[in-house]
């Protein structure tokens, strides 16, 4: 069984303490009242810095974890289970109070675990609309299918008709950045402290799609509006660079550097009725539909790729110049354009409408190509010769026709297995190099009327330094 709780210990004496009540722990616990699965905590004596040791009643104090307490006493312990009793004593006492934490309350998403092996991730980070109160929110999902952490939007908010438009996991700060609406960007601490919020005071477009931290930066995917000759809007994507500070260190919009709807038209199948239209109207044209990037190097070797959903296409920018190096892909459009700048083999497909594209390490390309409708969903793994213009397809792992059409993601994990999102099935699905499956979980999120839909499944090793 799984623990997010904080750090990890040896216990002075083998097996459990007996639980006594909170006075005679020195421990006194109260619910927080915005979440169900943290819990405040005030040492009856304090003064100086110290831990609580928490840990499941099923086993004994080895299995536990620690969180610190601050000199006033004050602190608190997160990542529990529902319906779970938990043991948490302080470190310089031999007794321990008792907590057992609610039953799942029915508005909350359930995850059936699948696979034929031995999971290659400990957590996964969803969004998911919960089921009678349809509202979205922020889960982190363990192996075992339950649920270990979780943010409602109108915590944050105070409206339930909010939503995450896109979310990522910070390793470093083990934090979880998230797009609110298309306005505003929140990070979450896993104690429930809101560490960054920005809203107009700081951000001047309107945002989808991605937001993540790379080095000591935060990469932000932005969508802006212009007017053709014909009056027409037209939209135009691009990314924005933050300081921690919220200091706007650079831009870059596509149509600044060379494309333009004229000469690179969006197929007519790739068309988004109605994403933007409470943003920018109805009548507004989602030219090129930006959903992920990636980053590579730094300073004046730096790039950036983004994927341009509704041209079916990827492109290198050079952060440099600020100059389009490459572009991936053939849109699909009628006529003579945009063809990209590599070639496939013989009998190999381009992909469409793909989601979430990462660079790895060794320069290799992992893309999730959501298909057609009538070619299945696949991920795609493989490598360019940027001088030859040639492309290598390494790794083809197809997923089905209904797997999804408009959402998803693909992660390198680090048994060299890739975790994949169905997006429209509301399932994350672990695959190796044959194609097996060790482990999946299915999610359920009961009556919501817009179903049980999720955009990525992110993978997450560990929560806190220590493991765990």
Known sequence: MLFLLYGCFSPAESGPPLCVPDSGSGVVLTADPDNLLRYAAVLAQAGYPTTL????????????????????????????????????????????????????????????????????????????????????????????????????????????????????????????????GHDRIAQYALDGTVLTLWGAETLNHAMSHEVRRVGSKLYVGVTDSFQDDAGNTILSDGYQVYADDGTREREWFLRDHGLSLLTDPMPTANAQESYWDDTFGAAATDWTHFNSLDVTGSGADEAVFLSLRNLNQVVKVDVASGEIVWRLGDNGADGDHSAGDFTLPRRARWFFSQHHLTVGEDGSFLL???????????????????????????????????????????YRLDNGNVLSTCGNNAMVEEFDALGLVPFSLDFDCGTADAGCILYRGIPIDTLTETGG
Not at 97 to 124: D, E, Q, W
Not at 380 to 391: H, M, P, R, Y
């Open 53 to 180: 040791r928490v840990w499941d009643t099923t086993g004994d104090a080895s299995t536990g974890r620690e969180f610190p307490v601050a000199a006033d006493g004050r602190g608190s312990i997160w990542g529990l289970r529902f319906n779970t009793t938990y043991q948490v004593q302080r470190d310089d006492h031999d007794v321990a109070t008792c907590v057992t934490t609610v039953a799942r309350p029915a508005i909350f998403p359930t995850a059936k675990v699948g696979g034929l092996g031995v999971p290659g991730v400990n957590y996964v980070l969803v969004n998911l609309r919960s089921g009678d109160e349809a509202e979205e929110m922020l889960l982190i999902f363990d192996n075992e299918g339950e649920i270990v952490w979780y943010e409602l939007v109108s915590t944050l908010t105070g409206s339930k008709d909010d939503f995450y438009d896109g979310y990522s996991w910070d390793p470093v700060s083990r934090s979880v950045y998230a797009i609110v």
């Open 368 to 410: 999730y190509d959501n298909g057609d409708g009538k070619d299945p969903t696949r991920t795609l793994e493989f490598t360019l010769d940027e001088g030859a213009g040639t492309v290598t397809y390494d790794r083809v792992h197809d997923l089905g026709r209904t797997c999804s059409v408009s959402r998803g993601a693909a």
